[in-house]
């Protein structure tokens, strides 16, 4: 999956974000449905930050290790009250239910005013092999060309 180097960077590039991708431990090669299921969750949480953050910086954080991938986005935008979410914000659903499909847990920290946090930590029991999935540093728009 070459995240970094086409997701990401459209969006960095489309929002005029600075997109920040972090990885620590080994990552590995993950089953295609897996992959697929880790891509939509980040497109979602991206097009999320996007549409309704109101952001100019965001963290990626990608945290492997032999037991699971924790998956975060920290975003510096304006936040939302989680209590009083109405109707009509599927995204955050719809991610809780793909995690739930990985046999993973989510989570969302978010203050008005004070951006949001999403963490993910999906179960890699399955793994078989491992090797570089996502180069670590820092998205630009500039570098996108």
Do not use: C
Not at 4 to 17: E, W
Not at 124 to 138: F, H, R, V, Y
């Amino acid at each position: 999956m070459l995240f970094r180097s086409r997701y990401a960077g459209i969006v960095s590039r489309r929002a005029a974000l600075s997109i920040e991708v972090q990885t620590t431990g080994t990552p590995a090669v993950l089953p295609a449905s897996y992959n697929q299921q880790v891509f939509s969750l980040l497109r979602e949480g991206l097009n999320n930050i996007e549409k309704h953050a109101y952001a100019r910086h965001v963290q990626l954080r990608l945290n492997w290790s032999a037991r699971e991938l924790g998956i975060e986005l920290v975003d510096d935008g304006i936040g939302f009250d989680q209590i009083s979410l109405v109707d009509g914000h599927y995204g955050l659903i719809m991610m809780r239910e793909q995690v739930n499909e990985l046999g993973g847990e989510a989570y969302v920290d978010s203050l008005l005013g004070r951006g949001t946090r999403l963490k993910f930590l999906i179960p890699l029991a399955w793994m078989l092999t491992k090797e570089p999935l996502w180069e670590s540093g820092s998205l630009q728009p500039q570098e996108l060309e």
